[in-house]
């Protein structure tokens, strides 16, 4: 029978109970709190409570404090909210096994992903196998259809379209048009373009953008969502090369400025996060590195320092030095 658990929907045997169930969900021997229909279950009433259709249950757990988000400065994209603000991408990782851990590890709520044919006319083993929906499921994470691969914008509003229809009438998107296969910068001119067919089609427009501050403002005036500025050349790893007009981008922006592509290491997501962005989007940076899995870890820690430090304000540059200590009751 169908239930709801800490807001997704998960399956149960009939007439089991609640520590029956507790079991089932792998939580047999930790210590959780538990609230059936609205209301908290004692732990000895736990083997008495029975589990009907329908029922919606809330499992907590004690964690490490420190990183909990309050409402007033979550990531709000549209009409959704994230606690996390760290965005991943789920190309050139070695396997499935490796996408998922990774993923996992970051605490991205977000994943990007893209739009391709399918493989069973050349291949008709390929429609059994498993693939990247069972291991980044839209009950679980906030799925970010892409345009990746798109040179003109007719290509973009298609692959989009097509993306709606596959995830059952999502409309968040992000949306990229490339000028060149070398560079893959934007065509911003087709961009533009594909951005206003989208937005007037129902589309939430996430939108990948030279740091052009002027592109920027025009791309927000159509309605786009979330503009998405390149730090460098996607998949470089070089980091923000333009960290002044990335500021101008900020400064000026009304929705959610989110770093995309050529972030290599931690300290390339700190220094976006410390700008003043409202999130970092990689995928490379991650599936490319010695341990991804460990990776991932550091980019999660990375955004999060990276935003209390913009938060806290940093200390003023000086020229010379500024001493710590009072200078005044020296022993000598």
């Not at 089991?16 to 930790?30: E, N, P, R, S």
């Not at 279950?41 to 589990?51: A, C, G, N, S």
């Not at 460990?294 to 020229?319: D, S, T």
């Amino acid at each position: 029978m169908q239930i709801e658990v800490n807001g997704a929907p998960a399956e149960c045997a009939e007439h089991a109970t609640l520590a029956q169930l507790i079991v089932d969900l792998g939580y047999g021997d930790q210590r959780i709190a538990v609230e059936h229909n609205g209301q908290i279950v004692p732990r000895d009433k736990h083997p008495e409570t029975l589990i009907a259709p329908g029922d919606t249950l809330e499992i907590v757990h004690a964690i490490g404090g420190g990183q909990a988000v309050s409402e007033s400065d979550t990531l709000r994209i549209g009409e959704r909210r994230f606690e996390s603000r760290l965005l991943v991408g789920t190309g050139k990782y070695a396997d499935l096994d490796e996408t998922e851990a990774a993923i996992g590890a970051s605490g991205a709520e977000i994943v990007t992903l893209a739009i391709r044919r399918t493989p069973a006319l050349t291949d008709p083993e390929a429609a059994k196998q498993r693939n990247l929906l069972d291991v980044i499921p839209p009950t679980k994470y906030t799925l970010l259809p892409n345009t990746a691969g798109c040179y003109t914008a007719d290509e973009a509003v298609r692959t989009c379209r097509m993306a709606r229809e596959l995830l059952d009438g999502h409309n968040l998107v992000k949306l990229e048009v490339l000028g060149d296969k070398k560079t893959l910068y934007p065509d911003m001119a087709e961009t533009l373009v594909a951005a206003r067919q989208l937005v007037d089609d129902g589309f939430e427009v996430m939108v990948y953008t030279s740091d052009d501050p002027i592109a920027a403002r025009r791309l927000e005036e159509i309605g786009c969502v979330a503009i998405m500025p390149l730090a460098g050349p996607i998949g470089s790893g070089l980091g923000i090369q333009n960290r002044y007009n990335v500021i101008e981008i900020v400064e000026h922006a009304n929705v959610p400025v989110i770093v995309d592509a050529g972030v290599g290491t931690a300290s390339d997501a700190a220094i976006a996060m410390e700008l003043g962005c409202d999130g970092v989007l990689m995928n490379t940076a991650i599936a490319q590195a010695g341990k991804p899995v460990l990776m991932a870890q550091a980019m999660r820690h990375a955004v999060i320092a990276g935003r209390q430090a913009f938060l806290a304000g940093r200390m003023p540059r000086r020229r010379y030095a500024s001493a710590s200590s009072p200078m005044s009751g020296l022993p000598f």
